[in-house]
Nanobody, 115 residues
Framework: VQLQASGGGLVQAGGSLRLSCAAS????????VAWFRQAPGKEREGVSC????????TYADSVKGRFAISRDNAENTVYLQMNSLKPEDTAVYYC?????????WGRGTQVTVSS
């Protein structure tokens, strides 16, 4: 199982970015995939999750209405569309998957939002 996150970068407040989590070694549509983030000096926090057994994704309150998680089963990729970005969204974003009760993390991608 491997998770490859990409799409981070530097953006001005109010801008948008789309993160990608390319999965290999498992079919992402049959397992839960989530995005977490960790800002400097803070604990890692959950941002959004998409599950195989639920119709609706979940979001942290801080990103509701601004972020959207989706998946492309053909590409075995989960996306995080981030709109109306704020400086407080600055963090390293990590892709996470639970595959047969085992936890996997991808390498993070840096998102920096300037004010």
């Amino acid at each position: 199982v491997q998770l490859q996150a990409s799409g981070g970068g530097l953006v001005q407040a109010g801008g948008s970015l789309r993160l990608s989590c390319a999965a290999s070694g498992f079919a992402s549509d049959y397992h839960s995939v989530a995005w977490f983030r960790q800002a400097p000096g803070k604990e890692r926090e959950g941002v959004s999750c998409i599950r195989s057994y639920s119709n609706g994704p979940t979001y942290a309150d801080s990103v509701k209405g601004r972020f959207a998680i989706s998946r492309d089963n053909a590409e075995n990729t989960v996306y995080l569309q981030m709109n109306s970005l704020k400086p407080e969204d600055t963090a390293v974003y990590y892709c996470h998957a639970v595959v047969y009760d085992k936890y996997y993390w991808g390498r993070g991608t840096q998102v920096t939002v300037s004010s």
